[in-house]
């Protein structure tokens, strides 16, 4: 089953049937906002609104641990992430599509694991998206002609404010690609809870480096929002009939990420714990008691 975490504008699909929205509870507290879900070309499908309806929770408040729990209670196996970033390289021109495959995280202020005292695990994040569903979101915009890259290193600052010029020459340096403020630890949840994960980073503009960042107008950037959106709800349509049928996905490696990651001997896991984790780990915590 696909879900799409982004903004509200993505969900507004030519074809959705059956639409409605659900109310999922999570023991690690409050989604975002209440999970839409939907067939899509006889497909189930599932959106939620990262930033709330209305855009009302900041990227340091998202409760990102309640997201991808509540997705995964509900059946979802595949995230496509949409999200609007920055530009750190003159080539990734407002409007480019970046199928993003790396991270540099940076932020500071938020819970990035489901994991913790009691019950503790370490997944590789070596590789941090799933190369398949990113060949499938890269294959289904070039058929539908929306200009995008595939691959690229995508730095998660904390915010709210945006970068200064010393920060953004800094991140230009590390060879980062685009800059956003949402994407960790949503990627690092989404591989703990065994769910494939692969991130379409939209530009909007050039981050504080470029010579006419000053020059950029609301009204410039409102217009290449509103076009992303567009483009964007033209991807998920298409690459959904891609992801719900290939046959390859049961067998993906992002799917037994937990298979060896549990350290915790059995006889010591917190019982709390257990029942905490029944979504995200059920899979291996029944498969060792």
Not at 165 to 182: F, H, K, N
Request: proline residues 4%; hydrophobic residues 40%.
């Amino acid at each position: 089953m696909l879900g799409v975490i982004g903004g509200s504008g993505v969900y507004d699909i030519e074809g959705l049937e059956d639409a409605r929205w659900i109310r999922t509870d999570s023991p690690f507290g409050e989604p975002s906002d209440e999970v839409l879900l939907a067939s899509l070309a006889g497909n189930p499908i599932a959106f939620l609104p990262r930033h709330g309806r209305g855009h009302r929770i900041s990227p340091s408040d998202i409760n990102y641990r309640a997201n991808i729990d509540a997705l995964k209670r509900l059946g979802v196996t595949d995230i496509v992430s949409v999200s609007a970033v920055g530009s750190l390289r003159e080539d990734l021109a407002p409007g480019t599509f970046v199928i993003v495959d790396q991270f540099i995280d940076r932020t500071f202020a938020r819970e990035k694991s489901f994991f913790g005292s009691g019950l503790v695990a370490h997944v590789s994040m070596a590789h941090p998206v799933c190369s398949r569903l990113g060949r499938h979101l890269h294959e289904a915009a070039t058929r539908i002609g929306i200009r995008a890259v595939q691959g690229g290193t995508y730095l998660v600052m904390e915010g709210m404010q945006f970068s200064t010029l010393a920060e953004s020459a800094l991140y230009r340096s590390w060879q980062c690609d685009v800059i956003g403020m949402t994407n960790m630890p949503e990627a690092k949840l989404a591989r703990e809870a065994e769910m494939c994960y692969a991130s379409v980073a939209m530009v909007t503009d050039y981050d504080c480096w470029h010579p006419d960042h000053d020059n950029v107008t609301v009204d410039a950037i409102v217009k290449v929002l509103l076009a992303n959106a567009d483009r964007a709800r033209s991807l998920v349509r298409e690459v959904s009939v891609q992801v719900s049928g290939d046959e390859a996905a049961s067998g993906c490696a992002c799917r037994s990420a937990l298979q060896y990651a549990i350290l915790t001997a059995p006889e010591a896991r917190d019982p709390a714990m257990i029942k905490k984790l029944s979504a995200v780990a059920g899979r291996v915590l029944k498969s060792s008691s």
